[in-house]
Nanobody, 118 residues
Framework: QVQLVESGGGLVQAGGSLRLSCAAS????????MAWYRQAPGEQRELVAD???????NYADFVKGRFTISRDNAKSTVYLQMNSLKPEDTAVYYC????????????WGQGTQVTVSS
């Protein structure tokens, strides 16, 4: 069973940067959409950003201008560059890959903790 493996989380001071990565553990048909979600303690999981196979991106208002999502289809990897981090960005970040139609799937990573100190 293919799994999504996230990396790049950690502890950073407010104003700092982190880059998250999410790659598949094995061969997998290209997802239509790759996304990053986050969940803070006691909160619902929320969409941070997503990117389509063609490269179109979508961002939550609370990260616009600070975060950038990108994908490397050759490496089957999606990235989230997070700049100007705020304490309220503290959460577990999850990647999600979806494919529709033939060989459809909906995969989630195990999550990576991002903690921003003030």
């Amino acid at each position: 069973q293919v799994q999504l493996v996230e990396s790049g989380g950690g502890l950073v001071q407010a104003g700092g940067s982190l880059r998250l990565s999410c790659a598949a553990s094995g061969g997998i048909s290209a997802p239509n959409t790759m996304a990053w979600y986050r969940q803070a303690p006691g909160e619902q999981r929320e969409l941070v950003a997503d990117i389509t196979l063609g490269g179109s991106t979508n961002y939550a208002d609370f990260v616009k201008g600070r975060f950038t999502i990108s994908r490397d289809n050759a490496k089957s990897t999606v990235y989230l560059q997070m700049n100007s981090l705020k304490p309220e960005d503290t959460a577990v970040y999850y990647c999600n890959w979806k494919r529709v139609g033939t060989l459809r799937y909906d995969l989630w990573g195990q999550g990576t903790q991002v903690t921003v100190s003030s």
